[in-house]
């Protein structure tokens, strides 16, 4: 018995590998860190996500500020700047606000940029953050739940996560994979994603 339990799991183990023979749930969730920053302190007043697109990543670097992140993704050149509603970098178009960004108090901040997603059915498994996050769906759709329940979010848009330690779940909901970009704002003294449940 225990022979064959080694070769199962010896077998999925290299179906897992090649991405073969498998439920698109069976699937990995991929999360790629491509930018981040600590800061002593937040910008006063409600804060929004930015995300303006440059010509040049080295325009995008050029061009932030004290709490804005610059990456390549999907070909494009973004900067992802945290800050008053309404705002504009010069050079750069404007792809979307997301906010009000839930605040957090902390004596140090994690700026982070993550690109994530997967096929059809791929998710996270549940877990917290001691900050905020919020979503830009490149391709395919998202979902989220949380004890508040289930939001979706399609390609073009994006969604405004919850405050600090709320339990979740994140998901590839469509028919395509997903690929989003998503932006934190957490508590840099305290570990940045934690187990947790419903």
Do not use: C
């Not at 080694?6 to 860190?33: D, N, W, Y």
């Not at 008053?84 to 901040?109: D, F, L, M, Q």
């Not at 498994?125 to 979503?135: D, I, L, N, R, Y």
């Amino acid at each position: 018995m225990r022979l064959r339990t080694g070769i199962t799991q010896s077998v999925m183990g290299v179906a897992l590998a090649l991405g073969l023979m498998l439920p698109a749930a069976a699937q990995k969730f991929e999360i790629k860190p491509v930018a981040e920053k600590k800061v002593k302190q937040l910008p006063p007043g409600t804060l929004y996500w930015r995300l303006e697109n440059f010509p040049t990543l080295a325009q995008a670097e050029a061009a932030a500020g004290a709490t804005s992140l610059s990456a390549e993704v999907a070909g494009k050149a973004w900067l992802f700047t945290l800050g008053e509603k309404g705002g504009a970098t010069r050079g750069g178009s404007k792809v979307v606000e997301i906010g009000p960004v839930p605040r957090i108090n902390a004596s140090e901040y994690l700026l982070r940029i993550n690109r994530a997603g997967g096929p059809p059915g791929a998710k996270t498994p549940v877990h917290t953050h001691p900050g905020s996050e919020a979503f830009y769906v490149l391709t395919g759709r998202l979902g989220q739940k949380t004890p508040h329940g289930t939001s979706y979010a399609e390609a073009g848009t994006s969604m405004n996560g919850h405050g600090g330690d709320m339990p979740m779940e994140v998901f590839s909901a469509g028919t395509s994979d997903l690929d989003q970009l998503v932006m934190f704002v957490v508590d840099a003294a305290r570990t940045f994603s934690a187990p947790s449940k419903f």
